[in-house]
């Protein structure tokens, strides 16, 4: 597989379940991302890992958990979600965050929906 | 604070036709802009940025800083260029700031 996969494409879970979406970029790059897309809004930044450590928390709510054990593998742990939550979850990686040069080549993305 | 705006949802135009899809930013540094589409059943990818000032598919855009504009434009529009295109701003840290995305519709 290359560029950027991401498991599973669909997800339906209960407002007490604990699940996790992966990431895996087979693109050599040092940079991550996850990406929130609801139906009628813009793309939503949520983090952001460069070599392994998180740079960037947008504000995000702790019922989501990011872990990114190595440059290549990006988890985002879900635990007590709301049915608000239910939205497109998109993985993108780059060379680096240091430019604008650095392309973000993106997932195809998870379809959660939260009952 | 940064904002990207696209003020159309939906613009249709008939095959051969110009099309001009709106992108306005909002940022107090030097913006860098980029344009993205996503195709049917196909993943977000980039299509142009401005600091390349490259021509893709047809499409070009160009930074406008008094208008604070990065409009998309294509003279000739062709059925396979229908899509969702979103015009992005990049800010420091790698983070993207996407407008709300214009779908695109060519109609033959």
């Known amino acids: 597989e290359t560029g950027v996969t991401q498991t599973p494409r669909h997800l339906v879970m209960g407002m007490t379940n604990k699940k996790s979406l992966k990431c895996e970029q087979h693109?050599?790059?040092?940079?991550m991302y996850w990406y929130k897309q609801s139906a009628k809004k813009p793309l939503e930044l949520m983090f952001v890992?460069?070599?392994?450590?998180?740079?960037e928390n947008n504000s995000v709510p702790s019922r989501f958990s990011p872990e990114c054990p190595n440059s290549s593998h990006l988890f985002l742990h879900l635990h007590t979600l709301q049915p608000e939550d239910s939205a497109l979850y998109l993985c993108?990686?780059?060379?680096?965050?240091?430019?604008?040069?650095?392309?973000?080549?993106f997932g195809p993305g998870t379809r959660l929906t939260v009952l | 604070a940064q904002r990207v705006t696209q003020p159309e949802k939906l613009l249709s135009v008939f095959k051969g036709a110009p099309v001009e899809l709106k992108c306005n930013y909002s940022y107090s540094g030097s913006p860098e802009l980029f344009w993205y589409v996503q195709y049917s059943r196909q993943r977000l990818q980039l299509l142009l940025r401005h600091i390349s000032r490259e021509s893709i598919k047809g499409f070009t855009a160009d930074l406008n800083k008094g208008e604070t504009s990065f409009h998309l434009k294509k003279p000739f529009a062709q059925e396979e260029d229908s899509a969702m295109y979103y015009c992005a701003l990049w800010i420091e840290g790698g983070k993207l700031i996407f407008g709300q995305g214009t779908e695109l519709s060519v109609k033959p």
């Open positions: 993108a990686s780059s060379q680096g965050t240091s430019g604008s040069i650095n392309e973000q080549f």
């Open positions: 693109l050599g790059h040092n940079a």
């Open positions: 890992y460069n070599f392994k450590e998180q740079t």
